[in-house]
């Protein structure tokens, strides 16, 4: 049987018209996704290119072409330590500063618990004095010069940056930093070189202070982070920075009895990090 239309057989100049159409709208479609790709393409040419060659640039992990000074050839990366033991390392990033980094020590002196701070270089030269003798049960780490987005650097500019911080942190704490966490937690080749030839561990972090879900309201930050604490947590704290991050540091005594009842110990990065085989090297 031959099947009957239900409607008029369509003319070949429409058929037609209708593809020139779509080919239309496809390379329209094709050319808008080609710029898309290609302003891509040029972006991240412009951040790997912006200062120097590919080979010396943010993303490589090289320093030119000649032979590489890495100290011991190798780094770990870090983001939590043993997920089977009950310790916490509570980390504090972006200081020292006047107006909360003392209410901040003084609460950890206050119940006996360790941290670990990631200090900016050239707020530790402006404000030596809040840290002088008071970081006998802690532990230091270098969180860049002045906050600068590591990332975006050359492999010599990195460095720089960071030795320059190194140098600073071991004069006013005493203690030369051995941790490193970039700023922003942007990790670049550069970084990665730069980091391997100070002798550095990479630490970034497994949870972080909640503040925008809870203004005005310590009590109940407390309660979240006590709640989303696991095994081998890396919390990240801050004490510079906005307002809104007061109420995690208000909350500070809270949290930390929370914890303690639920059965933490609380430890420092180098501490939890031990035995783990995710730092390079045991202490």
Do not use: C
């Not at 094709?30 to 040029?42: E, H, K, N």
């Not at 951040?47 to 050839?73: F, M, Y």
């Not at 390392?89 to 990631?118: I, K, M, S």
Request: avoid cysteine.
């Amino acid at each position: 049987m031959v099947g009957v239309h239900s409607g008029p057989e369509p003319s070949a100049r429409s058929g037609t018209a209708r593809w020139a159409r779509r080919g239309v709208l496809g390379e329209a479609l094709l050319f808008a996704g080609g710029a898309a790709l290609g302003a891509a393409i040029t972006d991240g040419d412009a951040l790997s290119t912006s200062r120097r060659k590919l080979p010396d640039g943010p993303v490589s992990a090289t320093l030119g072409s000649g032979r590489q000074d890495v100290g011991r050839g190798g780094i770990g990366v870090a983001w939590a330590g043993d997920p089977t033991a009950r310790r916490v390392a509570l980390t504090f990033d972006d200081g020292p500063g006047p107006l909360w980094t003392p209410q901040v020590l003084d609460t950890l002196d206050r119940y006996e618990v360790p941290a670990t701070f990631f200090l900016v270089g050239e707020r530790a030269r402006r404000h030596a004095d809040l840290l002088r003798g008071r970081l006998d049960r802690h532990e230091v780490g270098n969180h860049s010069w002045a906050h600068t987005d590591l990332a975006r650097l050359d492999a010599r500019a990195a460095h720089d940056d960071l030795r320059r911080t190194h140098d600073v942190v071991t004069e006013v704490t005493g203690v030369a930093p051995r941790l490193l966490r970039p700023p922003y937690g942007h990790l670049g080749g550069a970084v990665l070189h730069a980091a391997v030839r100070l002798d550095y561990r990479l630490v970034f972090w497994t949870l972080q202070m909640r503040e925008r879900e809870f203004p005005a309201d310590p009590a109940g930050h407390a309660r979240r982070i006590v709640a989303d604490v696991s095994p081998g947590t890396i919390l990240l704290a801050h004490d510079v920075g906005k307002p809104r991050r007061r109420v995690a540091l208000d909350g500070l005594p809270a949290m930390i009895g929370g914890l303690r009842e639920r059965g933490f110990e609380f430890v420092t990065v180098s501490q939890i990090l031990q035995n783990t085989g995710s730092a390079g090297r045991a202490e």
